[in-house]
């Protein structure tokens, strides 16, 4: 059978603010959960890789093994070669796909993992079917998704909430789930995996310091004016040109002000096949 393409929007696009995100993800910060799993030897899918920096990271863990990072954008995967090539890794390669129809066989890969994906596509469900697929035998599928509910910030600007509220419009107008982090162990159990053979947990990034603050009411104030996310915003009405310069305003504000402080909590879950 034949699955069809992702129907979802990338809320984000990949536009330069946004890439300055998603460079910065390691596989310390982002991929920990799944670290003291790995062995050299293993044959590692990384899906929605982006430019990869988590992927190049995860092929020095394996050295003796290879891993493969897929991604749907061919622009971005220019990054994570240049990137692979930098580190001077030669057990890592990249690959243009689709989550919905994995162009790998059966019982292929013994880690198939995924990192802030599920939250954007249309069948969270499928994808995780796909993985469960291609993995081997007795295999980890492993992902990590954030729950946009569940971020905290301090301190409570006026206008934050805003914020939080257009994102989650916006999200689920794209077909994504913006709340992914709380409900990844039941699309995981609705794709074929026991709950005894699951563990589930969470952990969170936290900016605190000046410059983390800096860095990340910057590139939100700069995400929500000009990036994928504004163009969508309004060409589907869920906020006008004005009102996105609002909550850009806002963010900047945010960031200027003394002990600001961030918190992204995310859901983490790995299955055995």
């Not at 129907?7 to 799944?34: C, D, E, F, I």
């Not at 003291?36 to 982006?50: E, N, S, V, Y």
């Not at 891993?67 to 580190?87: C, F, H, I, P, S």
């Not at 499928?126 to 946009?148: F, N, Q, T, W």
């Amino acid at each position: 059978m034949v699955r069809k393409s992702e129907a979802a929007t990338y809320t984000h696009g990949h536009h330069a603010s946004v890439l300055r995100s998603h460079t910065w993800r390691t596989a310390q910060n982002s991929a920990a959960y799944l670290l003291p799993h790995l062995k050299a030897g293993m044959k590692i899918l990384d899906i929605g890789c982006g430019p990869g920096t988590i992927t190049v990271d995860l092929a020095a863990y394996v050295p003796d093994g290879h891993v493969t990072g897929l991604e749907r954008a061919a622009d971005v995967l220019v990054k994570a070669r240049e990137l692979a090539e930098q580190r001077g890794l030669t057990n890592v390669d990249f690959v243009q796909g689709d989550a919905n129809a994995l162009h790998f066989g059966d019982d292929t890969f013994d880690v198939v993992c995924c990192h802030q994906v599920l939250q954007h596509v249309n069948d969270a469900v499928g994808v995780l079917r796909e993985m469960r697929r291609v993995a081997k035998p007795g295999a980890i599928v492993a992902a990590r998704e954030s729950d946009y509910g569940s971020f905290a910030w301090y301190p409570d600007l006026d206008g934050m909430e805003d914020w939080r509220a257009l994102y989650r419009k916006l999200a689920k107008f794209n077909g994504g789930e913006p709340d992914a982090g709380r409900m990844i162990h039941a699309w995981a159990r609705e794709a074929g995996f026991d709950a005894a053979s699951m563990a589930c947990s969470s952990t969170s990034w936290c900016y605190s310091t000046k410059d983390e603050i800096d860095w990340w009411s910057g590139l939100w104030a700069e995400r929500t004016v000009a990036s994928a996310f504004a163009k969508t915003a309004v060409e589907g009405g869920i906020a006008t040109t004005e009102e996105l310069e609002t909550v850009a305003r806002v963010w900047r504000r945010w960031g200027e002000l003394e002990n600001a402080w961030f918190s992204v909590p995310s859901g983490e879950v790995i299955c055995r096949k």
